[in-house]
């Protein structure tokens, strides 16, 4: 699979120009390679019988569009071309246009009044950076008034490359071929909806050129994922010994699908430190974690859990705090405790509400893994929803530039983990994990792949991957139930090793 990397505005126009005037390679060499690669992509999409109507603006994207016109002109035989005036055209375009007339390709430079079943948009690529008005405007305004199929080359023209805000006006595509990378713009704000449905191809230029940008955004996909092997000669002990702290009398069950996830994923041991009031009831549960109990007060733990958790944590190489807990005191100075420990620590839930208290101890040594969704991430770094929302690319990255032991699984429709300004964005976005319980899974998971994987950025990686492809279930999405996703594990660490 192309290696799928995202890139702000300016960092994908640097490489484009790398690639060029550093590896020499033609931009008439790239521009055909972006023809012939979304060429493709019509064709999957658009029958012979129908008609095209390609608009190209007075740029390089215009000479995209007039290289796919040249391609597509064999097969189509009902094809029109919108160009600008000659003295607008790059000298890419003007290049391209000449070959279009000696080929007899029907075009003008205005828009037809015949409306057409499909339009193709080259007007304003990845380089635009000011409102759209006049001409353009009143263009594009007219082709989405026509309802008919738009397919966007690179980007929907005039949304923002990085923010994905509508400049002016934008266009409204049903499908969007992204030249290269991906365009962050094509993720956020108003440019998710504008995009329509989104491919990526290959044009030719060199990966090394993405893979030395300073901090990298990648779509996390399979050949990123690396579940670890199971050595035959492995003991319990090989595969990490997790201390979960968590559970109160109104929620004792987030602590046993937490329990139950970490081991369907391989955990080696589980204890489950709990409230003495909810001991019983995950005795009956399950057998297989081993029970330490503290004293409750009011169905949460007593303060007197701060001495156990000081007694018995150096007898584990992992500590997960916060499913099913309360925010209180207590939780807050448990959580105190997890994070003066050298010990590998996973916070979920409440542990997140409480970690904002101490934010200066997530600067430990140690490997630390937080899954916050939108809310939580909110509440732990005081930042608005509205703000992580508009681009939770540079919120992620940032957290984990500041905190750089720390691993963040930043939770939302899609799932960005981020790593010493390294970001993934897993794009797998599924109702049926809207339920609650499902946070609780994915901890368990990340405990057992934390102490599977030596590289912690890697366990967070396979986590939210292997509970992604967990949830892929041929049921009703109104109808999952936590231990479908749980019991479905098995199978999908099965098919992921293979």
Not at 6 to 11: L, P, S, V, W
Not at 53 to 70: F, K, S, V, Y
Not at 81 to 98: A, C, L, R, T
């Given at each position: 699979?192309?290696?799928?990397?995202?890139?702000?505005?300016?960092?994908?126009?640097?490489?484009?120009?790398?690639?060029?005037?550093?590896?020499?390679?033609?931009?008439?060499?790239?521009?055909?390679?972006?023809?012939?690669?979304?060429?493709?992509?019509?064709?999957?999409?658009?029958?012979?019988?129908?008609?095209?109507?390609?608009?190209?603006?007075?740029?390089?994207?215009?000479?995209?569009?007039?290289?796919?016109?040249?391609?597509?002109?064999?097969?189509?035989?009902?094809?029109?071309?919108?160009?600008?005036?000659?003295?607008?055209?790059?000298?890419?375009?003007?290049?391209?246009?000449?070959?279009?007339?000696?080929?007899?390709?029907?075009?003008?430079?205005?828009?037809?009044?015949?409306?057409?079943?499909?339009?193709?948009?080259?007007?304003?690529?990845?380089?635009?950076?000011?409102?759209?008005?006049?001409?353009?405007?009143?263009?594009?305004?007219?082709?989405?008034?026509?309802?008919?199929?738009?397919?966007?080359?690179?980007?929907?023209?005039?949304?923002?490359?990085?923010?994905?805000?509508?400049?002016?006006?934008?266009?409204?595509?049903?499908?969007?071929?992204?030249l290269d990378c991906y365009k962050q713009g094509q993720w956020l704000n108003d440019g998710k909806s504008h995009c329509g449905k989104l491919y990526l191809v290959d044009i030719g230029i060199p990966q090394i050129l993405h893979q030395k940008c300073m901090d990298i955004i990648k779509v996390l996909n399979i050949e990123d994922i690396h579940i670890p092997d199971r050595p035959l000669t492995a003991h319990k002990s090989t595969f990490g010994k997790a201390l979960m702290i968590g559970g109160s009398q109104n929620m004792h069950g987030a602590i046993h699908m937490a329990s139950l996830s970490a081991y369907k994923s391989g955990i080696g041991t589980l204890t489950l430190m709990v409230p003495e009031c909810i001991s019983n009831i995950l005795a009956i549960k399950s057998d297989f974690y081993m029970l330490l109990q503290c004293s409750d007060r009011n169905g949460t733990f007593s303060s007197k859990a701060i001495e156990v958790l000081k007694q018995n944590m150096n007898n584990y190489s992992i500590l997960s705090i916060g499913n099913g807990m309360q925010k209180n005191n207590v939780t807050i100075s448990l959580v105190e405790q997890v994070l003066k420990s050298d010990k590998k620590v996973v916070l979920d839930a409440d542990a997140l509400w409480a970690a904002q208290k101490n934010m200066d101890l997530l600067k430990r040594n140690e490997t630390t893994i937080l899954t916050p969704h939108i809310k939580e991430m909110s509440d732990l770094t005081g930042i608005n929803i509205t703000t992580i929302l508009s681009n939770p690319f540079e919120i992620a990255r940032d957290f984990s530039k500041e905190y750089p032991s720390c691993v963040l699984i930043l939770k939302s429709s899609q799932t960005y983990i981020a790593h010493q300004g390294n970001v993934y964005v897993l794009d797998a976005q599924n109702a049926g994990l809207a339920k609650g319980g499902s946070g609780d899974i994915l901890c368990g998971i990340v405990v057992a792949m934390l102490g599977q994987c030596k590289d912690p950025m890697q366990a967070a990686l396979c986590a939210t991957y292997l509970h992604s492809q967990s949830a892929k279930l041929d049921i009703d999405l109104a109808s999952f139930m936590p231990e479908d996703i749980i019991n479905n594990i098995p199978n999908t660490l099965k098919r992921l090793r293979s």
């Open positions: 699979m192309y290696p799928a990397y995202i890139h702000t505005q300016a960092t994908a126009r640097n490489i484009d120009h790398a690639a060029i005037e550093t590896y020499r390679i033609p931009s008439l060499i790239l521009m055909e390679h972006a023809a012939i690669e979304s060429t493709k992509i019509i064709e999957k999409h658009i029958t012979i019988d129908k008609s095209i109507c390609i608009l190209c603006g007075p740029g390089n994207n215009g000479a995209d569009g007039l290289a796919i016109a040249r391609l597509l002109q064999t097969k189509y035989s009902k094809l029109f071309v919108v160009v600008p005036e000659v003295k607008n055209m790059s000298e890419e375009e003007k290049i391209q246009f000449q070959m279009i007339q000696n080929l007899n390709i029907e075009y003008d430079y205005n828009l037809p009044n015949e409306t057409y079943e499909v339009y193709i948009d080259c007007i304003f690529g990845n380089g635009l950076s000011r409102d759209i008005t006049g001409f353009y405007k009143a263009m594009i305004q007219n082709v989405n008034a026509t309802h008919s199929t738009i397919i966007s080359i690179d980007m929907p023209s005039g949304i923002d490359a990085t923010m994905g805000n509508i400049l002016g006006c934008a266009i409204h595509a049903d499908y969007t071929i992204s």
